[in-house]
C-alpha cells in the first residue's frame, strides 16, 4: 500500500491546524490504563500524534517509543515532550510496516486503529503481530459507532474480527475519548468550536498468542 498520500495528508494537517485529537494531555482513558497496572515492559505508542502518551509513560519511568509517520506530528511531539521536561523518544515510522523482530510487550493505540478501512485493517493487525512480543498486549481506543461522527468509527464487532487471529481479546469496553469541536464538526455535533467533548469509544484489550 501506497501511503504517502496518507503521509502529506496527516502532515499538512498538523502544520496548518490544530487537529480536533491535539488536547494537550493524555486521554483519559490511557491515564486509567497505566493507574490500573495494564501497561508493563517496552512500550510502543503507535500513531503518538503529538505524543501525549509516550510523554505521560516516560516521565512515570517506563521504556516508550512514540512513532507517527507524520514528520510534522514528531517535530511536534519532541517540543511538546522537551516543554514538558520529559527526555521521550518519537521516530517517524509506518504504523503499518512494524519491524518484524517482536519488540513491544505494550502497544497502546489511541485513535489510530479507527482510521483503516477494511481493506487496510487486516495489514495493521498483522504489522501490530509482527511487532508485540508474545503474550504481549494491545490497547485500542477506537471512536465508537453510537457515537455523533466526531471522527472516523468503528462497531465492536469490526474490533473482534481485526484481531480474530493471532490474538485474544481479553476486553471490549464502552469507553470514551477526548477531543476538541473545530470547524469540521460544526454539523455533527451542533458545538462551538473549542468546546471539549468526551465521545464515545471503544477500549480493546488484545493479547498476542
Ligand atoms: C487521530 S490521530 C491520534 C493521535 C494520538 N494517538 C492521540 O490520541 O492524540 C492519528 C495519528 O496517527 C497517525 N497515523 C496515521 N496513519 C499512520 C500510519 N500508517 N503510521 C503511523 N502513524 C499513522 C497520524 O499522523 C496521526 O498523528
Redesign the pocket.
Known sequence: MD?TP??SR??EF?KTTT?P???GEP?PAVVELEKGGLIRGKVL??????G??TILLTGLGYDVLG????PA?VEQARRNAEAKGVVARFEV????NLPGEPRYDTIV????FH?FDDADRPK?VASLHNACRPGGTVHV?ALSDQGRGF?PEVSGETIRDAFADGWELEALEPAT?RGVVTEVHTDAIGLPIGTRVDEPAWLARARRF
Open positions: 501511503t496518507a503521509i496527516f502532515d498538523y487537529p485529537w491535539v488536547i486521554q505508542d503507535v500513531g503518538c500524534g503529538t501525549e502518551h512513532i507517527d509517520f507524520a506530528a515510522a509506518d504504523a503499518m493505540d489511541s485513535a489510530l482510521i495493521y481506543l471522527g475519548y
